[in-house]
């Protein structure tokens, strides 16, 4: 181990050296002949190469790298060419349909409730003669401190079949009034209905008040003064947050809306970890979780993962735009 | 004059039930939100048995859980794993990104903005569409199933050039004009007046930057695919899908994998927020 750290430390530092050794005798070599306003342009450049090739290795080249993947059609490591073997099989894949449906499902339902949500918070947070804003907002946003991993497996184990909710909607149910709600206990991580309801509630419980955060900064830099012109002009609480708050929040809604767009859609850490080994896993596949099994779970397709991947970001930039266009409306 | 009165009251019992309502949403949202917390942490100094039949007070069986965890799996390893990877990131992530960013907005040419843009492009890139040819990349570099792996890719993000570019906007240039007469080479200039004074914008992304890389788990799940070498999560991950897992454990485990970032949060709440908010503004 401490070799190993000792040899990683010594290629990045005679790495570090080399680069900086190199572009210093460019630098020196050029500054003598050149105008003050090219040496700063140069000069410059040096501040961003070293940024710009980690861009390219880890970000370029495999962006480049995939296009030629999605033309393999491969069985581990064979791979053979066939242009467009992978998009047929797509075509007809009834895994990756259902993997498509469950991430959309996700989508449709999760992200709105949840901007909704945190933005009802914000407005209510943001009254400043509410007292205990600070406990309060720190309560609502602490889930967001947490791995995703770490309260996944939480919620993994709160909900089991004997666990704390069930156990305390059991407790509810167990009452003439309880029986007559029709309150009992749900298979959260086994029926399929309940198991993505379990995934949205998981997703909104750790995103909701990271969200809301945007929100309350974002209201705390309108201006008061329209608020109260809005006020004297007799408009009511639903017409002032219809009329004031959304419009002038709208690019940080738009923000958080394709931020969680992107985010639901490579959704994996709380599928994977939450659901996984409860059974059928059939309703709550994603995308991602679908890439991983064709990569690492089954024969190794990497042209065929490449193309699901795709997928994904053909999704993420149509309902980007669309996003756009729609907060550009009215 | 009476009905002014009555009218007063009426808008006052509207604001108090107003105020109520608000108290008992937020109450109960909080409660939802902080629960889970306080069961983890209770349950962390349960054992297995008293977490199944439904106890959710805090027992007394933390020491021997606490020796099953460091005894029996490797977690004190993948903990130092963990750490490893997340500092050498951040170090590595702040100094390249900042002087990136440094260099995109103090040095801004017309070829310089146009390629800026185009790293911002690559930001709508979700990861999932990158893993796969990135692991490719991994393996012609032989990097696979070392914890390098999982520190190379994050060194350069675009968002924290952004991040940090956003923050350079404002710096004052007079403070780097007088710098330059003085005759102080650019690294310098950086090193010695620009830094000190960003110094909260480095502090959030710090916090940003190490519990993304604390918390990671699907690139690590990837590329530290044989189990000599694993992170927190992953380990986490691997005890809690064990045929017979021990709950107390368990629960201890994301404590201790939970408990830097609730820390960090605490004591640098100001910067914690910064750094999520800062970018858009």
């Given at each position: 181990m401490q070799s190993l750290i000792k040899k990683i430390l010594l290629t990045i530092k005679s790495l570090v050296v080399k680069i900086y050794m190199k572009t210093r005798a460019i630098i020196k070599n050029l500054l003598g002949k050149i105008s003050e306003k090219r040496r700063a342009i140069i000069i410059g450049w040096a501040f961003i190469i070293p940024a710009l090739i980690f861009i390219t290795v880890f970000i370029f080249i495999p962006m480049i790298y995939s296009v030629f993947l999605v033309t393999q059609s491969c069985r581990g490591i064979v791979c053979e060419t066939d242009f467009f073997g992978n998009i047929d099989k797509l075509m007809g894949d009834p895994q990756f349909k259902q993997a498509f449906k469950n991430t959309f499902i996700f989508f449709i339902v999760q992200v709105p409730i949840m901007l909704t949500l945190a933005l009802v918070f914000a407005v209510i947070l943001n009254n400043p003669k509410l007292k205990f804003r600070g406990v309060f907002r720190t309560a609502i946003f602490l889930p967001a401190v947490t791995s995703l991993v770490a309260y996944s497996v939480l919620f993994k184990m709160m909900l089991a079949p004997d666990g704390i909710v069930n156990t305390t909607i059991e407790f509810l149910g167990n009452n003439p009034i309880g029986e007559f709600l029709g309150i009992k206990p749900v298979g959260w991580l086994t029926d399929p209905f309940w198991q993505r309801a379990t995934i949205v509630i998981a997703l909104l419980w750790r995103w909701t008040g990271y969200n809301m955060i945007f929100y309350l900064s974002g209201l705390q830099s309108i201006d008061k003064k329209v608020y109260e012109a809005a006020e004297i002009d007799g408009a009511n609480k639903l017409q002032i947050f219809f009329k004031i708050t959304v419009p002038q929040l709208k690019p940080i809604i738009l923000f958080t809306a394709v931020m969680s767009t992107i985010g639901t859609l490579q959704l994996f850490d709380e599928p994977f970890n939450i659901i996984a080994g409860s059974g059928t896993t059939v309703s709550t596949m994603t995308l991602s979780q679908y890439i991983y099994n064709v990569s690492?779970?089954?024969?190794?397709n990497f042209g065929y993962a490449a193309v699901v991947a795709y997928v994904i970001m053909i999704t993420a930039a149509i309902l980007t735009v669309i996003q756009f266009r729609l907060s550009r409306e009215d | 004059m009476v009905t002014m009165v009555k009218k007063i009251k009426q808008i006052n019992i509207r604001k108090v039930t107003k105020m109520i309502f608000s108290y008992i949403i937020l109450g109960i949202v909080s409660f939802i939100c902080v629960f889970p917390f306080y069961w983890m942490f209770a349950g962390s100094t349960q054992t297995s048995n008293a977490i199944i039949s439904g106890n959710i007070s805090v027992g007394s069986n933390i020491i021997e859980n606490l020796k099953t965890l460091f005894q029996q799996s490797d977690y004190l390893r993948a903990f130092g794993n963990s750490a490893f990877a997340a500092i050498l990131t951040t170090v590595l992530a702040l100094t390249i990104s900042s002087l990136a960013a440094y260099g995109f907005e103090i040095f801004s040419s017309k070829f310089k903005n146009k390629l800026y843009n185009v790293l911002l492009l690559t930001?709508?890139?979700?990861f999932a569409a990158l893993m796969i040819p990135l692991y490719k990349v991994i393996i012609a570099l032989d990097l696979n199933n070392k914890l390098i792996s999982v520190v190379l890719p994050s060194v350069a993000t675009v968002f924290l050039i952004f991040f940090f570019k956003q923050s350079f906007i404002k710096f004052p240039r007079e403070l780097i004009q007088s710098a330059r007469v003085d005759g102080a080479n650019e690294f310098r200039i950086f090193r010695s007046i620009v830094f000190p004074v960003m110094k909260p914008t480095y502090a959030a992304a710090a916090i940003l930057t190490f519990t993304a890389s604390w918390n990671n788990f699907l690139w690590p799940l990837i590329t530290l695919s044989s189990n000599d070498i694993q992170t927190l999560p992953l380990k986490i991950s691997t005890l809690s899908s064990s045929y017979t897992p021990d709950y107390g454990v368990i629960l201890l485990s994301i404590v201790v994998a939970t408990l830097p970032s609730i820390v960090v949060f605490f004591s640098l709440q100001k910067h914690f927020v910064a750094g999520l908010t800062g970018a858009i503004k």
């Open positions: 690492f779970v089954n024969i190794p | 930001m709508m890139i979700p």
